[in-house]
């Protein structure tokens, strides 16, 4: 590329860049061939990617700006199949134990932005069709806000090591990173629409209703509790550590599940310390695992960072197919805080569901590391940053507990990760209660967007006057968002707050409806399916 091309190039991608920001009106007069150029702005082999997209933007059969994203994201998903056929040929340069885990997480965190952006691009042909619901919309920004934070999470997973083979995978990694970004930016731009409520009552009934699908054995299941298992309601499988079941292990039930099942497949788990790391792969769908109460029915193990796992696989039980759903189920991690991060359950799974579930541990307990996600009726335990990650989660009628922690470590309870503007993540408590008896901070940047809000909900004494916790010096203060809304309790007083620009006391009720159920994480399309009670909008 000549000099006076690309600087030809910047220019025109600022102007892109100004317009598109300035002029939100006009963005549908743009040209195919400028929003190609929109692209590939910042990419390291510009030429590439301006001829790749190019050819996949006229091999489509209607050429408008849809057919620009789809191709754009044909070009982002081809390059990510790349990188991981790439990562192959460095598994041989790994010599630690701590880099060879690291290694696998990458090509399984590289294998989920393909399936993400693949995803997204057959949703952007029913978009193409001209089926403009705002349920797609709520689809495309949540997968591919996903596929942007995977390769973060994987040059994470070199913590500790000599930084070698992270050196190695950077380049790469960076390239799918900001081709992913700017698909972000562009279908944002071109296809974003205003929330429209749903014209049904924002919030169900106490007794879940039951979509048409299910038996009449399941809806028993969901609505009675556990006094029918195993006695004329349908369960697919039964676990017991007394061979009472068909399995002794939940690993080897999920192993028997269907692969990508349409259909609710019911575990049953009956009560008893399941001593296991469950590793449930993106291939088992719809999957949902009854125990006999928190405390009753145990899943617990204590992987963690100093025994040479990375944080992403320390995780005692680990979801990442979709649907999943869990209710009256304990997952507990016993490193203890000397161990430092060490992860109880960690979430990949779209569109799932936690209901009077209990996560146990100390730093790093929940890890909702992507996608969306909903929590009602739980309980959380931990020290450091013990509800974190990059995923869009709800946690509602939840009861958060802190634990000690070690010398001179203070009590945080989030650490959202939010790393884009345009990413529809962030974690939101809604009716909840913080019940610390230790010094307590809401949260604290993991990420330069991060993104939590508390609404309506208690907050005991000991959380302090400030609410929030720097990262380091002024890193995230202006671009965070945080908010609180009508919370209440002797720790929910706002006056001492914190005064940075990206701190927000909640005045109106439709930026906190933002952050519900039915909007954030578009519960009304998918929460009704599932036979866990919900609010989809704010309680009265």
């Given at each position: 590329?000549?000099?006076l091309?690309?600087?030809?190039?910047?220019?025109?991608?600022?102007?892109?860049?100004?317009?598109?920001?300035?002029?939100?009106?006009t963005?549908?007069?743009?040209?195919?061939?400028?929003?190609?150029?929109?692209?590939?702005?910042?990419?390291?082999?510009?030429?590439?990617?301006?001829?790749?997209?190019?050819?996949e933007?006229?091999?489509?059969?209607?050429?408008?700006?849809?057919?620009?994203?789809?191709?754009?994201?044909?070009?982002?998903?081809?390059?990510?199949?790349?990188?991981?056929?790439?990562?192959?040929?460095?598994?041989?340069?790994?010599?630690?134990?701590?880099?060879?885990?690291?290694?696998?997480?990458?090509?399984?965190?590289l294998?989920?932005?393909?399936?993400?952006?693949?995803?997204?691009?057959?949703?952007?042909?029913?978009?193409?069709?001209?089926?403009?619901?705002a349920?797609?919309?709520?689809?495309?920004?949540?997968?591919?806000?996903?596929?942007?934070?995977?390769q973060?999470?994987?040059?994470?997973?070199?913590?500790?090591?000599?930084?070698?083979?992270?050196?190695?995978?950077?380049?790469?990694?960076?390239?799918?990173?900001?081709?992913?970004?700017?698909?972000?930016?562009?279908y944002?731009?071109?296809?974003?629409?205003?929330?429209?409520?749903?014209?049904?009552?924002?919030?169900?009934?106490?007794?879940?209703?039951?979509?048409?699908?299910?038996?009449?054995?399941?809806?028993?299941?969901?609505?009675?509790?556990?006094?029918?298992?195993?006695?004329?309601?349908?369960?697919?499988?039964?676990?017991?550590?007394?061979?009472?079941g068909?399995?002794?292990?939940?690993s080897?039930?999920?192993?028997?599940?269907?692969?990508?099942?349409?259909?609710?497949?019911?575990?049953?788990?009956?009560?008893?310390?399941?001593?296991?790391?469950?590793?449930?792969?993106?291939?088992?769908?719809?999957?949902?695992?009854?125990?006999?109460g928190?405390?009753?029915t145990?899943?617990?193990?204590?992987?963690?960072?100093?025994?040479?796992?990375?944080?992403?696989?320390?995780?005692?039980?680990?979801?990442?197919?979709?649907?999943?759903?869990?209710?009256?189920?304990?997952?507990?991690?016993?490193?203890?805080?000397e161990?430092?991060?060490?992860?109880?359950?960690?979430?990949?799974?779209?569109?799932?569901?936690?209901?009077?579930?209990?996560?146990?541990?100390?730093?790093?307990?929940?890890?909702?590391?992507?996608?969306?996600?909903?929590?009602?009726?739980?309980?959380?335990?931990?020290?450091?940053?013990?509800?974190?990650?990059?995923?869009?989660?709800?946690?509602?009628?939840?009861?958060?507990?802190t634990?000690?922690?070690?010398?001179?470590?203070?009590?945080?309870?989030?650490?959202?990760?939010?790393?884009?503007?345009?990413?529809?993540?962030?974690?939101?408590?809604?009716?909840?209660?913080?019940?610390?008896?230790?010094?307590?901070?809401?949260?604290?940047?993991?990420?330069?967007?991060?993104?939590?809000?508390?609404?309506?909900?208690?907050?005991?004494?000991?959380?302090?006057?400030?609410?929030w916790?720097?990262?380091?010096?002024?890193?995230?203060?202006?671009?965070?968002?945080?908010?609180?809304?009508?919370?209440?309790?002797?720790?929910?007083?706002?006056?001492?707050?914190?005064?940075?620009?990206?701190?927000?006391?909640?005045?109106?009720?439709?930026?906190?409806?933002?952050?519900?159920?039915?909007?954030?994480?578009?519960?009304?399309?998918?929460?009704?399916h599932?036979?866990?009670k919900?609010?989809?909008?704010?309680?009265?």
């Amino acid at each position: 590329m000549t000099f006076l091309k690309f600087l030809f190039i910047l220019i025109l991608s600022h102007i892109i860049k100004v317009f598109s920001n300035e002029n939100p009106s006009t963005q549908q007069t743009f040209s195919p061939q400028s929003l190609i150029l929109q692209a590939c702005t910042g990419i390291e082999n510009m030429d590439s990617c301006l001829s790749n997209t190019q050819a996949e933007f006229e091999r489509r059969r209607y050429r408008n700006t849809t057919s620009v994203v789809s191709a754009a994201l044909q070009n982002t998903l081809n390059e990510a199949r790349f990188t991981v056929d790439m990562m192959t040929r460095f598994n041989s340069l790994s010599i630690s134990y701590r880099e060879q885990v690291a290694m696998e997480d990458c090509k399984e965190l590289l294998d989920f932005s393909i399936s993400e952006l693949a995803w997204s691009l057959a949703e952007m042909e029913k978009i193409r069709a001209g089926d403009n619901s705002a349920g797609y919309q709520g689809n495309l920004k949540a997968w591919l806000s996903a596929a942007l934070s995977n390769q973060d999470t994987c040059l994470e997973g070199f913590e500790g090591t000599d930084r070698r083979l992270e050196n190695f995978m950077r380049g790469s990694l960076k390239q799918v990173t900001q081709l992913i970004s700017n698909v972000l930016s562009l279908y944002i731009q071109l296809h974003s629409m205003p929330f429209k409520p749903p014209r049904h009552r924002s919030t169900v009934k106490p007794e879940p209703e039951f979509p048409k699908w299910m038996t009449e054995g399941d809806q028993e299941l969901l609505g009675k509790g556990k006094k029918s298992h195993g006695h004329g309601v349908h369960v697919d499988a039964i676990v017991a550590l007394d061979g009472s079941g068909h399995y002794s292990s939940i690993s080897d039930a999920i192993n028997g599940a269907p692969n990508y099942s349409k259909r609710r497949y019911i575990i049953y788990v009956k009560k008893g310390i399941y001593k296991e790391n469950i590793d449930m792969k993106k291939k088992k769908t719809n999957v949902m695992l009854i125990g006999d109460g928190i405390g009753k029915t145990v899943v617990t193990g204590n992987r963690n960072f100093m025994q040479g796992w990375t944080t992403f696989r320390t995780a005692t039980v680990a979801v990442s197919g979709r649907g999943f759903i869990a209710r009256d189920m304990t997952f507990r991690n016993t490193a203890g805080p000397e161990n430092h991060q060490a992860v109880a359950l960690r979430v990949d799974s779209d569109q799932s569901a936690f209901y009077r579930c209990s996560m146990e541990g100390y730093q790093d307990t929940l890890y909702a590391h992507s996608l969306r996600q909903f929590y009602r009726e739980c309980e959380i335990y931990g020290t450091i940053d013990y509800i974190f990650g990059n995923g869009a989660a709800v946690f509602q009628n939840c009861k958060i507990y802190t634990r000690v922690p070690l010398p001179l470590q203070k009590v945080t309870i989030t650490a959202q990760g939010r790393k884009d503007p345009h990413q529809s993540t962030g974690f939101s408590f809604q009716d909840s209660y913080i019940l610390a008896t230790q010094p307590t901070y809401l949260g604290r940047p993991w990420k330069e967007y991060s993104r939590t809000v508390f609404i309506n909900t208690y907050m005991s004494g000991l959380v302090q006057p400030r609410g929030w916790l720097e990262w380091f010096g002024n890193f995230a203060l202006g671009t965070l968002w945080y908010g609180e809304y009508k919370n209440h309790g002797p720790g929910a007083n706002l006056s001492g707050r914190v005064k940075w620009p990206g701190y927000h006391i909640i005045r109106d009720t439709s930026t906190a409806k933002f952050f519900t159920a039915g909007q954030f994480i578009d519960g009304m399309s998918w929460l009704p399916h599932t036979g866990v009670k919900f609010t989809a909008g704010l309680s009265t």
